[in-house]
């Protein structure tokens, strides 16, 4: 089986990390600028989500999950810890 390497990602991504309070669903909702619809449910266990409907189909997420947005304006969800692992966060330019 061959193996593969993942090739350095260049480019940058806005994000944002999900927690279940009214605030952080503010500035989420801010985030997405109106291009999703956003809403918290419960999971089987009554564990909060957040559900997050678009253009494209929806996409579920569970707290500390990240939200991405993507150069072309795509939205898409990623785990924390692939996040952190994968993505480290870029100094302000002035």
Known sequence: M????????INTVEAIQF???QNRLKEIAT???KSANIQMVKGQFGQPL???VTKDGQIVLAE????IKGEKGDIY???????ESLYEKKE???
């Open 2 to 9: 061959p193996l593969y390497k993942r090739k350095p990602i």
């Open 19 to 21: 927690f279940p309070n």
């Open 31 to 33: 985030f997405l600028e």
């Open 50 to 52: 957040l559900q997050i």
């Open 64 to 67: 500390k999950s990240y939200i």
């Open 77 to 83: 969800g990623c785990k924390h810890d692939d996040f």
């Open 92 to 94: 302000q330019e002035v």
